[in-house]
T-cell receptor, first 113, second 114 residues
Framework: AQSVSQHNHHVILSEAASLELGCNYSYGGTVNLFWYVQYPGQHLQLLLKYFSGDPLVKGIKGFEAEFIKSKFSFNLRKPSVQWSDTAEYFCAVNPLLGGKLIFGQGTELSVKP | SQTIHQWPATLVQPVGSPLSLECTVEGTSNPNLYWYRQAAGRGLQLLFYSVGIGQISSEVPQNLSASRPQDRQFILSSKKLLLSDSGFYLC?????????????FGPGTRLLVL
């Protein structure tokens, strides 16, 4: 069965630290890839997405993600986090041919001022 | 621009009571609609999706059902709630895109069954 794995359940960083959240998926075919973010008390928002082309994708608020097909990975990065980045982050994968959006279990990020 | 609404925001219901959660989308036509349940530490689980009025696909057998009486309205229901139905329910929409669809989520309904 297709699955998405986010390696870190809870990450705690200080402001200005660099961030990398891991995401791996299990599906051999072409996929669409997404990162969503859920800030405290807010609804789930799209952070960035990859359909095709340049594997390095830029998103909102300084986030980026790199698709590495050979590693089945789509890791999220930010060079310098802010306290306002405190949120839960979800990786999601959508197999191109008729598949549904499959979510990872989420990573809770806490940024200390 | 498109917006998605869900209500109620919070609901406390006794075991065995019926349930009706509503989701509506504005600013678009013929969207695909989805119901998810979000459990802490377990991500989002797709419950139902719909590609048109009256067309419902169920992903997980359970105590819930869904209906789409109008193009932009999606309803999640139950005849008799169980304790295990407690959770956070999210509605989402997307435009059919031949495999390149992005889903956008509503604010969710937190359901507590006592």
């Amino acid at each position: 069965a297709q699955s998405v794995s986010q390696h870190n359940h809870h990450v705690i960083l200080s402001e200005a630290a660099s961030l990398e959240l891991g995401c791996n998926y299990s599906y051999g075919g072409t996929v669409n890839l997404f990162w969503y973010v859920q800030y405290p008390g807010q609804h789930l928002q799209l952070l960035l997405k990859y359909f095709s082309g340049d594997p390095l994708v830029k998103g909102i608020k300084g986030f980026e993600a790199e698709f590495i097909k050979s590693k089945f990975s789509f890791n999220l990065r930010k060079p310098s986090v802010q306290w306002s980045d405190t949120a839960e982050y979800f990786c999601a994968v959508n197999p191109l041919l008729g598949g549904k959006l499959i979510f990872g279990q989420g990573t809770e990020l806490s940024v200390k001022p | 621009s498109q917006t998605i609404h869900q209500w109620p925001a919070t609901l406390v219901q006794p075991v065995g009571s019926p349930l009706s959660l509503e989701c509506t989308v504005e600013g678009t036509s013929n969207p695909n609609l989805y119901w998810y349940r979000q459990a802490a530490g377990r991500g989002l689980q797709l419950l139902f999706y719909s590609v048109g009025i009256g067309q419902i696909s169920s992903e997980v057998p359970q105590n819930l059902s869904a209906s789409r009486p109008q193009d932009r309205q999606f309803i999640l229901s139950s005849k008799k709630l169980l304790l295990s139905d407690s959770g956070f329910y999210l509605c989402a929409w997307s435009l059919p895109g031949g495999g390149r669809e992005t889903q956008y989520f509503g604010p969710g309904t937190r359901l507590l069954v006592l």
